[in-house]
Structure formats: C-alpha cells, structure tokens
C-alpha cells in the first residue's frame, strides 16, 4: 500500500489540483456533514422513503494475494481478509436483526449488522481515496463511525433497506474528515462554507464549460451563498500552509513569528500615554478649588480611580438618584474639557473620555 508523504507546506500547484479533485459525486446539501453533533436523521431519509429501491448485492472485496508482489503483512490486506471472514446478510435476517435492536436495544443484533457492512463501508471509502490520497485506512476508520450511527438512528419499519440508508451517514462522516484534515487550519465552519469546499471547483469548471466568467459573483449566484464567502474560501484553498515557527531559510534562524507585530501598545507608545496622563493630572489640580463636593467625588473615585465605584453607591452617599450622579458627571466632564482646552495647547477632548 503505498503513503505519500506530504510536508506541512503545501505548494501553490498541489493545491490548485487539490481544489480540481474535490469534484465530488455527491449532493453535499442533503447530507449532515457533522453528524456527530446531529440529533436528527440526514435530510436524504425523506427522499429514500419515496423510493422502492431494490436489495443491493452483497458486497464482496477481492483480497489481494500474497503471491501477486503484495506483502502479506499489508494492514489493508489484512484488514480486507478479516472483515470477508463475517457473512452478508439476507434482507429478512437483516429487518429482523435492525427490529431487535431498534426495540429491545440488542446489541448483538447491532453487532451482526456493523460486521456485516464493513465491506459497504470500504466500497465507499476506495470512491474517496483520491481526494485524499493519503492511508485508506483512515478513511474506512471514519466510515465505520457513520456506520455505527447509522445502526443507532436507522428505524426498520420505514421500509427502507439499510444499506442504502447507512451509505449516507459513512459518506458524510467520510466527507466531513476530509474537509476537518485538509489543511491544519480548519476552512469549514459553517453550512455555506461547507458546500463551497465541495462545490466552488466543480462549479467553476461547470461555468467555464457553459462559456460563463466564473468570477465571484457569478458563482456566488450560482451556489446561493454570498460573494464573500466565495471570495474567502477560493482565498483559503487557494494558499498553502505555513508554519509561523519555520525559518525563512537555512541560513537564518529568524521565523516568521519573530516578524509578526506585538499585540500590547509599543514601548513608544506607553510612554507617550504616561506623559499626556501626567500633563493632564497636573492641570487636572488647578480645576479642583473650583469643583464641589460632589464633583470632586467623582472626580477621584469614578473618573481618575482605577475601581471606579457606581453611580448608585455615590447617589446613596449624598441621597440623591443615580440619574442626578450621572448629571454631574456629565458636567463635570464638560468642566474639565473646557479647563484642559484652554490651559493646554493642541489639546484633544479624545484624551478626556469615559464611558
């Protein structure tokens, strides 16, 4: 079986062909990409139960033999040979086997039922295997997940056969493990950025072959989501990873982390707000002979503290409303711009704000 090794930065070529192979044959609209989180059944179960579709044949994957160059310690063949070991099951073995364990919670019955489709879920699994081109194994890891699910929400009585009910959730479980791990940046977050990642290379070609211009406006009103959207997410798939820690070369150990700009104020600029605190401190003091009592309350314990007490806790002090306090705040404020105005030069009321 074979691997590709795949750095953690991905080239600008490999991604366009990446966005080109996510053709998928699937309508991604009817299907719950995060069934984990879901409580309801996939939207496709209406659809299903308006069809008589007929049993499907069981599902029988050749194993690879030994003498044919393969490796007999394989894991996918192995895999391949002891899921053969367990026997496809007839239609009334299979409703009578979901019957008891949809009514009496029989997890032998659910056993039966897991074993006997894991050879469903390695059919679709080889369908996906390259848009992911990477281990296989993963894949068929997922889908027995949606399989296991699909066990859980299936309800016999509806008259649908399982195997076309349980090929939803192991697609959409698949589908969404590979949207999850195809960059190490997650891209798909919501429902519209969902059917992007599925749709927007398909779509363009689509147009292109109609003769169409598929900018970002075309497309947005082709898929129904909004031009944004389709702008970030071609952005998105159109960039490759990088790592914020790797140098830039070999011959430097400066990373691109070290060339991000800080996130708190610069040294220059801290000190330029510690001289414009203490300039308006001290022109803040020739004001305070003219202020009352009131205001010089608030002036220390609301406007210049650093744990302002409330406009209640004041209005309680000198038995007045707390609409009354929030008045003389709002004059004193006018007082101190209209002092700082006049005692400084090229002051500005951004320096006296409050909220």
Do not use: C
Request: hydrophobic share 35%; aromatic share 6%.
């Amino acid at each position: 079986m074979k691997k590709d090794q795949k750095s953690n930065v991905d080239t600008s070529d490999e991604t366009q062909n990446n966005e080109q192979d996510l053709d998928i044959e699937l309508d991604d609209q009817d299907i719950d990409l995060d069934p984990a989180e879901s409580t309801e059944e996939p939207e496709v179960i209406a659809e299903a139960e308006k069809q008589n579709t007929a049993p499907a044949p069981a599902i029988n994957l050749p194993v690879p033999s030994p003498e044919k160059g393969v490796r007999s310690q394989d894991a996918l063949q192995m895999y391949l040979r002891e899921i053969n070991a367990f026997p496809p099951l007839d239609p009334n073995e299979e409703f009578e086997l979901a019957r008891r364990f949809h009514e009496h919670n029989d997890h032998q019955a659910a056993f039966r039922l897991i074993t006997s489709h894991l050879r469903l879920v390695v059919k679709i699994a080889m369908e996906f295997q390259r848009k992911w081109m990477k281990n296989v194994l993963e894949l068929i890891q997922e889908g027995n997940i949606g399989l296991m699910k699909a066990v859980q929400k299936f309800n016999p009585d509806r008259g649908i056969k399982f195997s076309y009910y349980a090929a939803f959730w192991i697609k959409a479980y698949i589908l969404k493990f590979i949207m999850d791990n195809w960059r190490m940046v997650k891209i798909g977050t919501t429902q519209s950025q969902r059917k992007l990642f599925y749709n927007l290379g398909k779509e363009r070609q689509r147009l292109e072959n109609l003769g169409f211009d598929p900018n970002s406006e075309t497309l947005s009103k082709s898929l129904d989501v909004s031009k944004e959207d389709v702008e970030e997410m071609a952005m998105r798939m159109g960039q490759s990873d990088l790592s914020l820690d790797s140098p830039f070369s070999e011959d430097t150990s400066t990373t691109r982390m070290d060339l991000l700009p800080a996130l708190e104020a610069s040294i220059e600029d801290r000190l330029a707000q510690e001289e414009i605190s203490d300039h308006l401190r001290t022109h803040i003091k020739t004001l305070e002979p003219r202020l009352n009592d009131k205001e010089k309350r608030i002036l220390h314990d609301r406007l210049l503290a650093q744990n302002p007490i409330t406009l209640r806790e004041i209005g309680d002090e000198y038995g007045i409303t707390r609409e009354r306090v929030r008045q003389i705040e709002s004059r004193l404020l006018q007082k101190l711009r209209g002092h700082l105005s006049d005692s400084i030069q090229d002051f500005s009321a951004d320096w006296i704000s409050h909220e």
